[in-house]
DNA sequence: CCAGGGCTCATTTTT
DNA sequence: TGAGCCCTGG
C-alpha cells in the first residue's frame, strides 16, 4: 500500500521534524489552511541553525514550488535565511542549475539522440514568459538560415513564426503516470514537412533564435541528469535537502527528475502537499505522484490534520467532500472560532442572473469553475454583458488569441485605451485630484502645456479645466459610440491633443471586426467602468477557482456550473452537479484508467478547492431548473444528514436557501 | 443520401 | 478561427 495510515505521525504546522538529526526523507499531508508554508518555513530556519550538512561551502536547502509566485511569498517569509535555501520553479532550477552549467553535454545529447548540429558559440535560453515562441527573434533571420541550410525558397516565405515555433520536443509521450522513460520524444511535426525539413527548422530555432521551450527544459534537464553522473553527484552535493511544496501540483516528468537525485542515502528529499486539491490534471500533474511516493530508504510520513482558517461550521462541509481521503477525512477547527455562521446552500431557480440576488461587498469572492459562470456573476447588464462576452471572445477565439484581461492590460486597440483613458480621467475627477487627472492624461495631451510655467501656461490649464468639465456629459448610459464623438471634439478644443483622435474601426475600415466593432459601439460607460476596474482588472474578486488557489477570502461564493461539454443535460456532457454533491469522489481509484471518472473526481477537487477558500462565510450557488429542485434538495439534504449521523454531529452545518 | 452553406459556441493553467 | 450541428438543394 501506497499510504500507511497507522504510521502517519501527526504533527501542526509548529512541529519541528528534527530533520537534522534524523536525516530523514519525508512527506507532508496537509490539508487547506493547515499552515503548510509555515510548517516548510520554520522547518528550514531550523535546518540552517542546526544542520551539520549546510556548513559546508556553497551547500543549500532545495526549495522546489509550482509557480514563481509561491516562490516569491516562501523568499519573502525567509528573511535572512534565504541566503541558505534556493527557491525556485523547476523550470529555473534546472535551466540555471543543469542546462547552463552543461553547455557542451546538452550539445552533444542533442546531436547524439536527433541528429542536429549546434555550433559551440550558441547558447540556448528558456523562452520568455508571457510572451509567444520566438518573440524575440526576427522572422527574416530564421528564413535566411532556412534558405542557407537548402530548404525551398517559396516554402520558406510562407513559414511563419507561429509555425517555425511548433516544432519543439513534444514530452506528452513521456510525461504520463507511471512514468516510462522508454517511450521515445520525438519533435512535433506538421505532415506538409518532411524528416529532414524539420530538422533543418529546429536547427534554426535552436542555432538562430537559441531558445528553448518550456517543456524541452524539462525534457534536457531530465536526460542530462540522466545520462551523467557528475551531474547526479554535485547535485547531491550542492543541495543534500530537497523540499517540494504542492507536490500534487507536479507533474510525472518533474518528479522523475527529481528523484534522479533526490531518492539518494546521501540527500533528505521531502514533499508537502494534499492529494484533494491536486487540480491540474490538464497539466499532466496527478495526486498519484503524491499517493504513491517512496523514498528506497522509506520516508517518514507526517499528517496536519487542524485547518487555521476556517470556522467550523465551514470545515465539517468541506470535510464532507473529503470524506473519502485515506489521510485526512475531516479537518479540525484549530483557530477560527470567532464566528460560526451555517454554510449557505442557494438553490436558484429564478430566470434572473446570479449577480441580482447576491449582495456582493468588497469581502466578498466569487469563485466559479468556468471564466463564463464567473462572468455571469458580474454586475453588468443582460444585454450589455451579451455584447462584452461577444468581444472577449471574438478576441480569443476569432483569430486574435488574446485574453481580454491582457488585452486591456497591453491597450491592444485604441477602443480599449480611450476606454483605459476615460475610466481614469473620470475616476480623478470624481476623487478631486489634480494630479491624477494630469497622470490620466500622460501621453494624450501635451502636459508639459501646463506643468512647465510660460506665458500660455494659464490658457492651456483653462483649457483641461473645459475638457474635465465636458467629460461630465458622459453619463452612465453614454455609448461608446457617442463617448467616440465627445471624448475627440474635447481632446481637440484643448489645442494640447499630441495623438491622432480615437477610432473605432467602421465597415470598411482595414482592422474593422463585425463581432468585435459593432458590440464596442454599444457598450455603455457603465459598462467599460464596470469591465475595467472590476471584472478584467488583477485584483478583481470573480474570478476561477483556479486562480484563487492558495487564496482565501474572508466570505466566498462558490459556483459550480460546469463547462458546457462537461454538463450532463448536454450532448456527451459526464457531470451531474446533484450526483457529485450526493456522493463526492474527490479521489477516484479509476483515475488513470477511466478518463470520465478522472474528470469526475477532478471537478470534485476543484469545487472543493473553491470552498475551502472561505475564512468566514461560505455559499455554494446551485442553478436548477424548478422541476429538478426539490429531488435535489431532498436528496443532497439526507446525504448531508447521513454524514452528520455517521459523524455524530448534531447541529446542522448547512443551510438551505431557496431563490 | 450527402455535400456544403450558414449558424453557433467556444475549459481550467503553469513554466 | 474552426468544429460541429442543422438544414436544404441536387
Sequence with gaps: MAIDIVNTLLVDSASDLKIYENERSFRVFAGPGAGKTYLLIENIKTLVKNSLKLKKNGRKILCITYTNAAADEIIKRLGVYNQYVYVSTIHSFLYDVVLKNNRVQLRHQIQNKYGIEISDSVSLKPRIEGMSPLATCKKEKLHEYLVSKGMDQTKVEGLSKTKIGQCIWKIDILNTYPFNDSNIVTIHQDPVFSDDEIKIIKSSILEVAQELDFDEILFWGYTLIKEYKHIRYSLRYKFPYVFVDEYQDTNPIQNATLRLFADDKNVVWGVIGDLVQSIY????????????????????????????????????????????????????????????????????????????????????????????????????????????????????????????????????????????????????????????????????????????????????????????????????????????????????????????????????????????????????????KKMILEVYSFDSKIMTIHKAKGLEFKKVIVGIEPFSKEDISKKNGYIDKLAILKSPIVLSQEEDTNPQKSNISEYTRIIYVGLSRAINDLTLYVRLNLNQKDAFRTEFDNALKEYMRVNYINEPFYEFVEI
Design 281 to 528: 490534471g490538464f497539466n499532466n500533474a496527478t495526486y498519484k505522484e503524491f499517493e504513491n511516493f517512496q523514498t528506497t530508504d522509506a520516508q517518514i510520513d507526517y499528517k496536519i490534520d487542524g485547518n487555521r482558517r476556517s470556522t467550523d461550521n465551514i470545515i465539517k462541509f468541506c470535510s464532507y467532500f473529503r470524506q473519502k481521503d485515506p489521510v485526512i477525512p475531516n479537518q479540525i477547527c484549530a483557530k477560527n472560532t470567532s464566528v460560526n455562521n451555517k454554510v449557505k446552500i442557494v438553490l436558484h431557480t429564478g430566470l434572473e442572473e446570479p449577480n441580482s440576488i447576491f449582495v456582493i461587498d468588497n469581502e466578498t469572492a466569487i469563485l466559479c469553475r468556468s471564466a463564463a459562470e464567473v462572468f455571469s456573476f458580474t454586475n453588468i447588464d443582460t444585454e450589455q454583458k451579451r455584447a462584452l462576452k461577444k468581444i472577449a471572445n471574438t478576441y480569443e477565439f476569432g483569430g486574435y488569441g488574446l485574453d481580454m484581461l491582457n488585452a486591456i492590460d497591453q491597450g491592444r486597440e485604441e477602443w480599449l485605451r480611450l476606454c483605459k483613458f476615460l475610466v481614469q480621467l473620470k475616476v480623478a475627477k470624481e476623487k478631486n485630484s489634480l494630479a491624477e487627472i494630469i497622470s490620466a492624461c500622460r501621453g494624450i495631451i501635451d502636459i508639459e502645456k501646463i506643468t512647465k510655467s510660460s506665458k500660455e501656461q494659464g490658457y492651456y490649464y483653462k483649457n483641461l479645466i473645459i475638457l474635465i468639465k465636458k467629460i461630465d456629459e458622459i453619463i452612465d448610459s453614454t455609448t461608446m459610440e457617442d463617448i467616440e464623438n465627445i471624448i475627440n471634439e474635447s481632446l481637440k478644443s484643448t489645442n494640447m491633443l499630441i495623438r491622432d483622435c480615437f477610432l473605432i474601426p467602421k465597415e470598411g475600415d482595414e482592422y474593422y471586426n463585425k463581432d468585435i466593432h459593432d458590440n464596442v459601439r454599444l457598450l455603455t460607460y457603465e459598462t467599460i
